[in-house]
Nanobody, 113 residues
Framework: QVQPVESGGGLVQPGGSLRLSCAAS?????VSWYRQAPGKQRDLVAR???????NYADSVKGRFTISRDNAKSAVYLYMNSLKPEDTAIYYC??????????WGQGTQVTVSS
């Protein structure tokens, strides 16, 4: 399995939008997005399984959407109505059918005026 690669982070104003991408290939059971703000633990943001089931943290429900493009081996996190408290490093984690987990290096998202 190849380590997932995240992209799409950056600086955005409150109320703005960003799309994060995670390139992950292999026999994958699920792909999750986590985030970690300075001094805080790494928390689950959203997950999508191979069957298309999704779940979200309460703090992002209605604002974030996770989706996948199997042809491109990619998972996307669409983030709308961004708030300063969404500022964090966002990580992609791939869970394989073999039981192995693989994390990406992370991408910084900063929400600030």
């Amino acid at each position: 399995q190849v380590q997932p690669v995240e992209s799409g982070g950056g600086l955005v104003q409150p109320g703005g939008s960003l799309r994060l991408s995670c390139a992950a290939s292999g026999s994958i059971f699920s792909v999750s997005w986590y985030r970690q703000a300075p001094g805080k633990q790494r928390d689950l943001v959203a997950r999508i399984t191979s069957g298309g089931n999704t779940n979200y943290a309460d703090s992002v429900k209605g604002r974030f959407t996770i989706s996948r493009d199997n042809a491109k081996s990619a998972v996307y996190l669409y983030m709308n109505s961004l708030k300063p408290e969404d500022t964090a490093i966002y990580y992609c984690k791939a869970a394989y059918w073999s039981g192995k987990l693989s994390w990406g290096q992370g991408t910084q998202v900063t929400v600030s005026s």
